[in-house]
């Protein structure tokens, strides 16, 4: 049906994925979204949040304290649950103006979801519901938010909230689909993104290019602080690029940020505290198909340090709408600095090996298996009376697999399992450590779940 409103017709039609508006002018607009939820049971968890995307948390190790099963409806069992809103405009000689914004929503609730607020709700890791840190953080459209233009042979920029070049890479080469709930990649930003804080899986203020050129695909972003009287407060950038052909892809990718922000849990109820670090991380990962098999692995390193930066836009004493019971660190730590906050670097190694075959078009069952692997920092000790300092090292070993059916295009029905071995002094379990210290060895999550996609 058309209607002419302010002499602009607009044509609604539904095509049976998703629903447009367009214009005669060659503007097309479009709503989509997924909804993923699954039934499920966690072996050892706290209560489920009705806030934090994934609803629960089967990736990190729990207190020992932490010792019941949680059943329940999860959020995003492989895809977290979503709806956003783009569009593109045809300005002629290949030039087109784009635009995207997406909302991440907790399906189980009908929240918006806030893993900020999951974090507020709660004092300590060990009692109430499940509170960890993420990028989607309550904002109206959290997951992305940006515009710009593209080309088809200068490529295409972006400006605003974009995903950061790491993330690009996990969600194409997890070998089991980067599932929330199944795998570390895509579960924690810290893993699959951030490269080292959850939070940066999504930057602010960004500018993103990528081009691709024959089989050749390469780009970069920039992210701006925009902290006054310090120019690289806050800011960031990345390198990324690869090459995909026929039955063969790798990728890679290097970013860094300055006072990338991590939120914790805070003494103060309504509150939340933020740590301040440098990152660094590099990604590589490859993978080669074969018949109705294709295999994906990858590599990736990232390293904590102590912020180079002061960041004066702290005086507000809030972030994502709560107040900050601790400041981040403000001094600057350099060579000649070397006070007692400058503390030494924290790196960590993930390795994945994994593929997937499909036993019909419809029906895939994917394999998988993490090695996260935390290194030692110089000022790892523990005391007489228990106290940890620093990182110390250790592996988490995660086995997953999803076997998953297609109804059809926009359809399909999945069950998923993974488990999780904590190993080394890193994931201490004994009694020479104090209790805050002091981890299961194991976890399991298993679920059912739906997934629709208009």
Excluded at 131 to 145: D, E, K
Excluded at 175 to 180: F, N
Excluded at 186 to 199: D, K, M, N, Q
Excluded at 324 to 348: Q, V, W
Aim: aromatic share 12%; with cysteine.
């Amino acid at each position: 049906m058309n209607k002419k409103i302010i002499g602009i017709s607009i044509v609604i039609f539904f095509n049976g994925n998703s629903v447009y508006a367009q214009s005669i002018h060659g503007l097309s607009v479009e709503l989509y979204g997924i909804l993923d939820v699954a039934i499920g049971t966690v072996h050892r968890s706290l209560s489920g949040s009705p806030y934090f995307s994934g609803t629960v948390n089967p990736v990190s190790a729990t207190h020992s304290v932490v010792n019941h099963s949680v059943t329940g409806i999860f959020n995003g069992g492989i895809s977290p649950s979503r709806w956003g809103i783009r569009g593109a405009e045809d300005m002629g000689g290949g030039l087109k103006a784009i635009f995207t914004l997406e909302s991440g929503i907790n399906v189980p609730t009908g929240s918006l979801s806030n893993a900020a607020q999951s974090l507020a709700d709660n004092r300590n890791a060990t009692s109430g519901t499940v509170s960890t840190a993420s990028s989607v953080n309550g904002q109206m459209f959290g997951r992305q938010a940006f515009v710009g233009l593209s080309e088809n042979t200068l490529g295409q920029i972006t400006v605003g909230r974009n995903y950061a070049p790491i993330y690009d890479i996990a969600i194409a080469y997890d070998p089991v689909q980067d599932a929330q709930l199944f795998s570390p990649l895509g579960f924690s930003g810290t893993y699959g993104g951030g490269g080292g804080v959850t939070e940066n899986l999504r930057q602010n203020n960004s500018i993103k290019y990528k081009n691709k050129y024959a089989d050749f695909n390469f780009g970069a972003m920039y992210k701006f602080g925009g902290v006054a009287g310090s120019t690289w407060a806050g800011s960031g950038y990345a390198f990324f690029g690869g090459y995909e052909a026929h039955h063969f892809g790798i990728q890679a990718a290097y970013q860094a940020n300055k006072d990338a922000l991590s939120e914790t849990n805070s003494a103060t109820a309504g509150n939340v505290n933020v740590t301040n670090f440098d990152t660094t991380a590099y990604m590589i990962a490859a993978k080669y198909a074969f018949g109705a098999t294709t295999i994906r692995g990858g590599f990736e390193r990232f390293t904590l340090k102590q912020p180079s930066d002061s960041l004066v836009s702290f005086s507000s004493g809030s972030i994502n709408g709560f107040p900050i019971g601790n400041l981040p660190t403000t001094a600057k730590c350099t060579e000649t600095n070397t006070a007692d906050f400058c503390s030494p670097d924290r790196t960590t190694n993930i390795m994945w090996i994994g593929g997937d075959y499909n036993f019909t078009p419809a029906f895939n069952v994917a394999l998988a298996f993490y090695n996260i692997a935390p290194r030692a920092s110089a000022d790892y000790a523990v005391s007489s009376a228990g106290k940890v300092t620093g990182q110390g090292s250790g592996h988490i070993y995660e086995y997953s697999v999803i076997a998953d059916y297609h109804f059809s295009k926009s359809t399909d029905a999945y069950a998923g399992l993974m488990y999780s071995r904590y190993e080394g002094n890193n994931y201490p379990n004994n009694a020479a450590y104090t209790s805050n210290n002091n981890f299961n060895p194991s976890n399991t999550i298993f679920a059912i779940g739906w997934r629709a996609k208009f």
